[in-house]
């Protein structure tokens, strides 16, 4: 008979699972992440594994959203706390900050997202894309940020310069200082 779990213990296997995905996927990438080193590391068995969670991409598809939504929620008090252009540079480096913990954030042109991408339902795809709109707003439709140019410029320019993580490791002088600095001169050209 299959072992029965408390609401606890649910709620502690689904955050080891996630956790485990998490720094696996920042380790080795979509692909090389199994499912078996998973439910080693939380506990479990891989036909409990399927209690949790649909599929593979299902725990990858929350982990992604999760992850997004935390950074989002983070980004958005330090706004808030601010309510200027310089709390927009701060959340902005706070982001930076994030994306270099969580490379999968930033690895979506890579073969291995692409697989995943593939993978995923129609319903996971549409969390990721709701989950990415919700983003976009971040630095958008603020009061206490008006914006000097348009918001689709503004928000490419915004992307463009998160992106930038993607070259870090040719930068020959310390990335986050670079993106600090950036971030600070590009913010005046952005706000009133």
Request: with cysteine; charged share 30%; aromatic share 10%.
């Amino acid at each position: 008979m299959a072992r029965s779990f408390t609401e606890h213990e649910k709620d502690n296997i689904r955050n080891h699972l996630q956790e485990a995905c998490k720094q696996s996927w920042t380790q080795y990438g979509y692909k090389k992440t199994n499912v078996d080193d998973l439910c080693r590391q939380a506990g479990i068995s891989k036909g409990a594994f399927y209690l949790f969670f649909e599929s593979k991409e299902a725990l990858f598809c929350e982990v992604l959203c999760s992850v997004q939504a935390q950074i989002n929620e983070e980004a958005l008090d330090i706004i808030e706390a601010r309510q200027d252009k310089q709390g927009a540079a701060a959340a902005l480096k706070h982001i930076y900050r994030e994306y270099d913990k969580n490379n999968f954030l930033y690895k979506s042109d890579s073969m291995d997202y692409t697989v995943l991408m593939n993978k995923l339902s129609e319903e996971q795809a549409a969390k990721i894309e709701e989950s990415n709109k919700t983003s976009r707003q971040l630095f958008l439709n603020r009061p206490y940020l008006k914006l000097k140019v348009d918001a689709d410029m503004a928000l490419s320019i915004i992307y463009s310069l998160i992106m930038n993580i993607k070259n870090k490791d040719l930068l020959p002088y310390d990335h986050r200082e670079v993106f600090d600095y950036m971030a600070d001169h590009l913010i005046d050209s952005l706000y009133e």
